[in-house]
Each structure stands twice: as C-alpha cells, then as structure tokens.
C-alpha cells in the first residue's frame, strides 16, 4: 500500500500556505522568495529536484531502513553510486533538459555526511544551483561549518523522537569517532546530536525535519517533536513507515492515524502533505516519480 496526498499543499498552523521564515527564528512570514519557491518540497508541482546517489556508506542502523539497488520508491533506493565528478556532469546534463529543475540535493543512499564524496560534490557543483542535503544528524554539529562554507542552502534532518527510550527502539546502533553505541547510550548520543545541528544549521538553511510514523513506537510521542523543533525548522513531513528490515512486521500506519497526527503537529509547526517518499536518485518533479538512470 502506498500512500499518496493528491491536491494538498504545505500548510501552516493556521491553514495558511508557508511562504518564508527568518532564519533561526522558525517564524512563518508572508513573501515567497524564489529559493523556497525553488524547491519541491515547499512548492508542489511546480519545480523538480535531482538527488545525486554519491554517498553510500551509512552510520548508523534504522531498523525501518533497507538501503539497496531496488525499483521501489522509498528513501534509500537506487541503481547505482556516482563519483563525485560524474554525479556533477550528470547533475549538468539534467540541468539543462530540464529548466524546472533549481535544486540539487544529496539524500543517501547512506547517511550524506559520513562519505566524503557528498563535500566534493557539494564543491564542484555549479554556484548557481540551489543546494540540499539529507542527514540523520548525527555528524552534523561537526560538519556544519563546511556546510555553511559549501553554500547549502536547505537540510532536512530525520528525527524520529527526542526520547532516549523511544529512540532506542527505532535505531539498533550508531557509529560514532570509530566506537559502536547501542542501546539508550546510541539514541540519547544521536537525539542530542540531531537538536545540536538543527539549532546550528537554522541560523543559515532553511530546514525541514522528517519524521517517521512507526505505530507502536513513536506514534504518542511525534506531537513532542513538532513541539520542539518549531523555533528552528520550517516545516515538519510525517512519513508513514514502510515496513521493511527489523520492522517490517509492523503494520503502516492507517490513513487516519497520519491524518490524525499531522493535524496535532499542524498546531506547532506547519505540515508537508505531499512527500513522495524519494528515492536516492530521484529526479524531476515529486508527481512523476522518476529515478536519474531514465534520463541517461
């Protein structure tokens, strides 16, 4: 079962549409500036992204997460790893087939921050694309100053509790300065992490926090996210889980049970209803759910 939310915009606390916020403020102003404007994910069909798959080492394990070469359409799906130069040529090509397409990211398929390869191509790409990153958070206090050097411009972090004990039921282990962390002493390492860098990066990006609907786990808790994130995120998208690894015995979430939590987020900070569940290499626009290797 896939979930889609056809004719639906982002919208704010109060219904209205999200346009800009200062930076580290988590403030909704009126104004649309043409980088939000940009990017998919606040603008629904209107412009395109291309994921470049330039990072493929992960560190740390979800048991939600199941990276590999597939022809799903889930966060960590892809055909094939590019180096950093090729990613760039390709990267030049698409851009100019396809003049929707503003924003370059970097979405996995492992965890962006832990492979070098995501900073060299950050670096070679164009000064006029609009740069974004994916990240579980875990590096991210440390490698926020090259991200601010690199010109990147929108970061989306996954975080799926600010609970220790939640979070140590949803991740089995972090990797961490050459050590392996598990358990209570994995999570309360990354959740403190992840609030670090988001604090940090809301000074100079625009940031979105994804989170990740798990019934039974952290379904209870993900309003106390939206709670303490809306000062520093722009926008928070709820993804259903697909179930798959160590979770994949757990049922996705009903229709209403997202429904449900997005409107009790929707109080704190404002939600995204039309998230694709993006692949690694995906390109074009969110409605066409296409991956890089149809347009080479």
Do not use: W
């Not at 000074?203 to 786990?217: C, E, H």
């Amino acid at each position: 079962m896939r979930y889609k939310d056809h004719g639906r915009d982002i919208k704010g606390t109060k219904g209205s549409r999200i346009q800009v916020r200062h930076f580290g403020s988590g403030r909704i102003q009126r104004g649309k500036p043409a980088m939000i404007e940009y990017h998919p994910c606040f603008t629904k069909n209107d412009f395109g992204r291309l994921h470049l798959p330039v990072a493929p080492k992960c560190n740390i394990r979800c048991n939600y997460c199941s990276r590999g070469i597939t022809e799903d359409h889930r966060p960590g799906a892809y055909d094939f790893v590019l180096k950093p130069k090729d990613a760039v040529n390709v990267a030049k090509i698409v851009l100019k087939t396809r003049s929707d397409i503003k924003v370059v990211g970097i979405a996995g398929p492992g965890e962006p921050l832990y492979n070098r390869e995501t900073f060299e191509t950050l670096l070679l790409l164009p000064d006029n694309v609009i740069k974004c990153l994916c990240t579980n958070g875990l590096l991210l206090p440390r490698y926020i100053q090259d991200l601010r050097d690199l010109g990147l411009r929108f970061l989306t972090i996954t975080i799926n509790s600010i609970d220790a004990d939640v979070a140590a039921k949803i991740y089995e282990f972090v990797e961490f300065e050459g050590k392996r962390f598990e358990g209570v002493d994995a999570a309360e390492l990354l959740v403190n992490n992840q609030f670090r860098g988001l604090k940090l990066a809301s000074r100079f990006t625009f940031v979105k926090v994804n989170t990740v609907l798990i019934p039974g786990v952290n379904e209870e808790h993900i309003v106390e996210i939206a709670k303490k994130i809306r000062h520093y995120a722009v926008v928070q998208n709820i993804i259903p889980l697909i179930p798959c690894y160590r979770f994949s015995r757990i049922k996705q979430p009903s229709v209403e049970l997202l429904r449900e939590v997005r409107e009790r987020c929707a109080k704190y900070i404002p939600q995204i209803y039309h998230c694709a569940t993006c692949r690694a290499d995906s390109v074009g626009k969110i409605c066409e759910r296409k991956k890089l290797s149809q347009f080479l």
